[in-house]
């Protein structure tokens, strides 16, 4: 079984090791997120990402981009440990990190044959639906109803009592 860390790689590798197994016949799956603290609807819908395909990368935001997309105070957790949670995960083949306000630009370059999205969003909501389209990628909405979220968890933290 590969490391956390080994499955984290550039978008430059990540093109390379996705032509291989395009070569092979497997079929490439994209999903993304922030995952700033890991909890079950991530999990759920990695491994409902997976299950459309045969290869999983998953992109992560940028600290960067989770202080624009999630305001002061986030990410809690940095990038490299928000990518190498996700990478710990056995349905995760590889992790890139990207700093762009979507996934769009990923979609470009790396062409996957299905983009994975929580249920958080519905086949007109997803905001890569058009590029998705465009490129002739297979647009999935994956894992289990939303009813969990990092900033609900987090909210239950703030207002546990202390001790």
Do not use: W
């Not at 999990?43 to 997976?50: K, M």
């Amino acid at each position: 079984m590969r490391s956390a860390e080994s499955k984290i790689v550039t978008r430059n590798r990540l093109r390379e090791v996705l032509a291989e197994q395009r070569r092979r016949g497997q079929k490439i799956v994209l999903a993304n997120g922030c995952f700033d603290t890991l909890h079950v609807g991530h999990t759920r819908y990695l491994e409902g990402a997976r299950r459309e395909g045969d290869v999983l990368v998953v992109a992560v935001n940028s600290d960067s981009s989770v202080c624009v997309l999630k305001g002061p105070g986030r990410p809690i957790l940095p990038e490299t440990a928000r990518a190498a949670l996700v990478g710990a995960l056995r349905a995760v083949d590889y992790v890139v990190l990207f700093s762009e306000p979507s996934v769009e630009a990923l979609l470009e370059d790396l062409r996957p044959d299905v983009h994975a999205k929580g249920t958080d969003y519905t086949a007109a909501t997803v905001p890569e639906r058009a590029t998705s389209a465009r490129l002739g990628v297979r647009v999935a909405i994956v894992g289990d109803p939303k009813d969990h979220s990092t900033r609900d968890f987090l909210d239950s933290v703030r207002k546990a009592p202390h001790a």
